[in-house]
């Protein structure tokens, strides 16, 4: 799975940045950010496993929670600056209400399986996602090293599919 990741962070590409200090200072800088939201997911991961599979803290009520605390962090963001919110809304709010719409579906049916199955089945198992994310990627957004991005996320889900068999 580390070496899924490795490719899909642009793998050997990597090494092209060696010697040249500009994009040795974006590549750290990416990889910096990488590891502190890897951190961060990771965190949330175990509490939320925690709150669901020890407390007994119901799965949509967490969720629940959860939003309203992003709300409490996104408002005074968006209150500053209420015109360019606004803008963003009119042009973008078909796509606002899809993601509002089935992304806690989503954490939710994690939260479920995190309560039932092993923690450490169910938090690399969510990184099947970046199979998604490498397709979208290199079809989408035209990312260079496209097949190297696949092969990377096909070692992710063997990976996971390794984890899951024991």
Same mark, same amino acid.
């Given at each position: /799975?580390? +070496?899924?990741?490795?490719?899909? !962070?642009?793998?050997?590409?990597?090494?092209? &940045?060696?010697?040249?200090? $500009?994009?040795? $200072?974006?590549?750290?800088?990416? /990889?910096?950010?990488? #590891?502190? +939201?890897?951190?961060?997911? %990771?965190?949330?991961?175990?509490?939320?496993? *925690? $709150?669901?599979?020890?407390?007994?803290?119901?799965?949509?009520?967490?969720?629940?929670?959860?939003?309203?605390?992003?709300?409490?962090?996104?408002?005074? +963001?968006?209150?500053?600056?209420?015109? +360019? $919110?606004?803008?963003?809304?009119?042009?973008?709010?078909?796509?606002?209400? #899809?993601?509002?719409?089935?992304?806690?579906?989503? *954490?939710?049916?994690?939260? *479920? &399986?995190?309560?039932?199955?092993? #923690?450490?089945?169910?938090?690399?198992?969510?990184?099947?996602?970046?199979?998604?994310?490498?397709?979208?990627?290199?079809?989408?957004?035209?990312?260079?090293?496209?097949?190297?991005?696949? !092969?990377?996320?096909?070692?992710?889900?063997?990976?996971?599919? %390794?984890?899951?068999?024991?």
């Amino acid at each position: /799975m580390v +070496t899924g990741v490795f490719f899909i !962070a642009g793998g050997p590409g990597l090494f092209r &940045a060696a010697h040249d200090p $500009a994009k040795q $200072a974006v590549v750290r800088k990416g /990889m910096i950010y990488g #590891l502190v +939201t890897g951190v961060f997911i %990771a965190a949330y991961t175990m509490v939320d496993g *925690y $709150a669901v599979k020890f407390v007994l803290m119901s799965p949509i009520l967490l969720e629940y929670y959860g939003n309203f605390v992003r709300l409490l962090f996104l408002v005074p +963001t968006v209150l500053r600056d209420r015109a +360019t $919110a606004a803008d963003h809304w009119r042009r973008q709010w078909k796509y606002a209400v #899809l993601v509002a719409a089935i992304s806690p579906i989503g *954490y939710v049916l994690v939260l *479920y &399986a995190m309560k039932d199955a092993p #923690l450490s089945h169910v938090a690399p198992a969510r990184e099947v996602s970046m199979l998604f994310a490498a397709l979208i990627g290199g079809q989408l957004l035209g990312e260079r090293d496209r097949l190297v991005r696949i !092969a990377g996320a096909s070692l992710i889900a063997f990976g996971v599919m %390794a984890l899951a068999l024991g």
